[in-house]
C-alpha cells in the first residue's frame, strides 16, 4: 500500500483530505441522526395509534430496529473517534512512515 505521504503528497495535503472527510462525515452523521429521531417520533406515534394487535406488533419492531441502529452508528462515531482518527493523526505526524 506504500506510505501515506508518497500516496497523498505533502502533510498540509493529507491534512486537508482528512478534514474534508471529518467534515463530510459529521454532516452525514448529522444527517442521519435527523433522520432517525424523526423517523422513531413516527414509529412511536404509529405505535400509539395502532388498534390492532398485529399493526403494534410491527410498529415496536419498526422501534427497536430504530434503536438498534441509532446505538450501532453510535458506536461507530466513538470507535472513529478513539481509535482510528488518533491512528491517523500519529501517521501524520510521523510523516507517513
Known sequence: ???LMEMLGS????EQVV???KNVF???MSLFGIA???FAIYVGMKLARAEEEGK??????QLLWTIIAIVAVIGIVMILNMVIMPLIQNQINSGGN
Do not use: D, F, P, S
Open 1 to 3: 500500500m506504500g506510505n
Open 56 to 61: 403494534r406488533k410491527e410498529a415496536k419492531q
Open 19 to 21: 478534514t474534508i472527510i
Open 26 to 28: 459529521w454532516v452525514l
Open 36 to 38: 432517525a429521531i424523526m
Open 11 to 14: 502533510q498540509a495535503q493529507i
